[in-house]
């Protein structure tokens, strides 16, 4: 009978594969990368197989590594929800990674609504554009805006909601300018951005406009914080109905054009082995019942 390698040096040789660098893995899993470099050597002489080779400054899988890698991220992920079912997955924090925008404006106030779906269970919903690495128990799930997530084998995907998209003003703000009722206006107009002008790009291709000139205006990195600027009467942000729903019913925000353009949707992400756990299900009823599109019509 083989003797299995080090449980620390599979952990440590996972995070190297992963991160593409020792000093990382080193700094992820708390040692020194001379540390991880040891793990290394003691499990290629364990395996007696190559399982790294060089690359510039940096270390590459070799293609027996790239195979032993993927076979122990998957032996990972079976650990862990073998830890969760024995701890008893449905009384357990779910860490929950979702978009600043959505949490603020969508699901803290609809938290009271979890114990509809689970009186044991709690989620720690962290703000952030960052996407977790879900394999390695960074986090339990995330909530994502995306059409076509990037999946492998070992992660699973479903819409909750797939919102219009359509420019947003205070009424003040419309009130000094000239009526913007065409696309042709509405790209000369002060604009609010995200990161970069690319949603909106992005949309006025989706909305119809032939072509999409040089665009200018503020750029505000967040979605919500573009918004809020909107109602501050700065400028036209670009909203989803789910994010600005309390703002069009108060009209604080109004309208400008019209559209039912549908650019991406909200989606859940998590590890396919999880999948059925009980506090995951809980989590994606809820999900689905806190995104829901209420308004009539839309």
């Known amino acids: 009978m083989s ?7 599979m952990k440590a040789f ?7 660098s020792v000093r990382s893995a080193g700094d992820e899993i ?7 470099s ?17 690359e510039g400054r940096g270390i590459i899988l070799t293609p027996a590594g790239r195979i032993y ?27 929950v990674w979702c978009m600043p925008g959505i949490i603020s404006r969508r699901l803290l106030p609809q938290l009271p609504q979890l114990n509809k779906h689970s009186m ?5 919903l962290r703000p952030t554009l960052a996407l977790p690495r879900l394999e390695t128990g960074e986090a339990d799930a995330s909530i994502m805006y995306s059409d076509r997530p ?16 359509f420019p947003v003003a205070s009424p003040a703000f419309l009130a000094r300018h000239t009526k913007i009722d065409t696309l042709e206006k509405l790209v000369v107009a002060p604009l609010l951005h995200e990161e970069t002008t690319a949603y909106w790009t992005a949309w006025l291709i989706e909305a119809g406009i032939g072509r999409v000139p040089l665009l200018g ?7 919500h914080v573009a918004i809020e600027a909107a109602r501050l009467g700065q400028g036209i942000a670009l909203a989803n109905e789910l994010l600005v729903e309390e703002e069009i019913s108060s009209g604080s925000l109004v309208e400008v054009i019209s559209s039912e353009t549908r650019m991406s949707s909200y989606q859940i992400v998590s590890l396919a082995s999880r999948w059925e756990e009980p506090s995951l299900r809980a989590l994606r009823s809820w999900l689905h019942d806190a995104l829901a599109i209420r308004k009539s019509g839309a």
């Open 38 to 54: 040891r793990h290394l050597r003691h499990l290629q002489e364990s395996l007696g197989v190559a399982l790294f080779q060089p």
């Open 217 to 223: 205006g503020q750029r505000l990195w967040h979605s």
């Open 150 to 165: 990037e999946l492998d084998g070992l992660l699973r995907a479903e819409s909750l909601a797939r919102p219009r998209v």
């Open 14 to 20: 996972e995070a190297v594969g992963r991160t593409g």
């Open 3 to 9: 003797t299995l390698p080090s449980l620390t040096a």
């Open 120 to 124: 044991r269970l709690a989620i720690n």
């Open 69 to 95: 890698h993927a076979e122990i991220v998957k032996a990972f992920s079976l650990l862990r929800a073998a830890t969760t079912e024995i701890r008893g997955s449905s009384s357990r924090h779910l860490e």
């Open 30 to 36: 708390g040692v020194s990368h001379t540390v991880v």
